[in-house]
C-alpha cells in the first residue's frame, strides 16, 4: 500500500464517527456543508434518469459511514459497500443491521477491501464513488473497478473535485493555477463545458426562477451569523487532494471503457468563498438552495464538486 494510500486509510478509519457527522450534519443545522445530504439527491436523480422505476443493484465503492447506502437500500436498491477504512466498515454494519434486523448479511453486504481492486460475486447495474477519488494517486484503477463489475450499458458515477472552479474562486487555489500558469487553460476549458451538462444554457432563467423559490424559503436561523463548527478532525500535511475537469474525466472513461454521459455540479458558491467563515450557515443553506443550477453549464463555474455520470460502453 503506497504512503497516501496508507495515510488516507488511517485518517478515515481514526476519524470514522466525526467524518460521518462532519459530511451528512444529521442535525440539519448547516453549520457545514451537509455533502451527504447534496450527493445523495443528484445520486438519486440520476438513478431515476438512468433506470426508471428499477430497483438495481449497485456497489458503494469508499461507502463510509454508509448513509448513502442505507437510504438507497430502504428505498428498494441492493447496495454493498466496500472501503478500506475497517472502522467506516463496522459502522455500516451497525446500521444496516439496526435498519434491517433480521437479514443478517451485512459482512457480506459491506466488506473491508482495496477500493482499486475489490472482487464482489455477481454483476450490478450501477456502481457510485463519492469522496474518494480525490484521495486516489491515479484514475483507471478505481475506474476499471467499477467497469469490470457493472454490466454493459450501466451507470458509473464518481464525484470529482471541481478544478474549473479555480479560475473564478478568488482565493488560495486561484492563486496557485496563476502562479503554475494554468489560469489560461482552465478558461480555455470553461468555453467548451456546455457539452458536458445535461441541461443546455437556454434553460438557465427558469433554474433561477427555482433557485430564487428555494431561498424565499430558507430558515430564519440561517441569516445568523455563526463561527464554523470545528469537529477537530486532523488531515496529515502530507495527503493529496486531486482536482479534474470534466474534460479530464471524459478522457480517462474513455480508457477505462466507459462513456461520460454528463456531469452534475454541486456545492455551488452564488458568493465568494471568503465569506463562508463570516457567514457558513445561510453560506451553506444557499449553496443548496442554488443546486437547481448544478445541471446547467453554469455549474462549471459555481460548483468545488461534480458527479461524474458515465455508462460502460456495450461491446
Not at 444496516?96 to 459482512?107: I, K
Not at 463548527?229 to 500535511?237: K, Y
Amino acid at each position: 500500500m503506497s504512503r497516501q494510500k496508507e495515510l488516507v486509510r488511517e485518517l478515515f478509519d481514526r476519524e470514522a464517527s466525526k467524518w460521518t457527522d462532519w459530511a451528512y450534519d444529521p442535525d440539519e443545522s448547516f453549520d457545514i456543508y451537509p455533502t451527504g445530504k447534496a450527493r445523495l439527491a443528484v445520486i438519486r436523480r440520476e438513478l431515476e434518469r438512468f433506470m426508471p422505476d428499477k430497483k438495481a443493484r449497485l456497489i458503494d465503492a469508499g461507502c463510509g459511514g454508509g448513509d448513502i447506502a442505507m437510504a438507497l437500500e430502504g428505498e428498494g436498491h441492493s447496495v454493498h459497500g466496500v472501503d478500506f477504512a475497517p472502522s467506516m466498515i463496522q459502522i455500516c454494519r451497525d446500521r444496516y443491521e439496526a435498519a434491517f434486523p433480521g437479514r443478517g448479511d451485512a459482512a457480506l453486504r459491506f466488506q473491508v477491501a482495496d477500493v482499486e481492486d475489490f472482487a464482489l460475486r455477481g454483476e450490478f447495474d450501477g456502481a457510485y464513488a463519492v469522496g474518494l477519488l480525490e484521495y486516489l494517486e491515479s484514475d483507471q484503477p478505481l475506474l476499471g473497478a467499477l467497469c469490470r463489475h457493472v454490466a454493459p450499458g450501466g451507470v458509473v458515477m464518481v464525484e470529482c473535485r471541481n478544478r474549473l472552479f479555480n479560475a473564478l474562486s478568488g482565493n488560495a487555489f486561484t492563486l496557485a493555477e496563476a502562479r503554475s500558469d494554468h489560469l489560461g487553460a482552465l478558461a480555455a476549458e470553461l468555453d467548451d463545458v456546455a457539452r458536458f451538462s445535461p441541461v443546455q444554457a437556454a434553460d438557465i432563467p427558469s433554474r433561477v426562477v427555482e433557485m430564487g423559490e428555494r431561498i424565499a424559503k430558507l430558515p430564519s436561523f440561517a441569516t445568523l451569523r455563526d463561527v464554523p463548527r470545528d469537529l477537530g478532525i486532523q488531515f496529515h500535511a502530507d495527503i493529496a487532494r486531486r482536482m479534474f475537469t470534466p474534460a479530464q474525466i471524459e478522457r480517462e472513461a474513455a480508457q477505462a471503457g466507459l462513456r461520460l454521459r454528463h456531469v452534475i455540479y454541486y456545492h455551488l458558491h452564488l458568493l465568494s468563498p471568503r465569506l463562508e467563515a463570516s457567514l457558513p450557515r445561510f453560506f451553506n443553506a444557499l449553496a443548496m438552495a442554488a443546486q437547481p443550477l448544478g445541471e446547467t453549464p453554469a455549474g462549471a463555474f459555481l460548483g468545488t464538486c461534480f458527479l461524474a455520470v458515465m455508462e460502460k460502453v456495450r461491446p
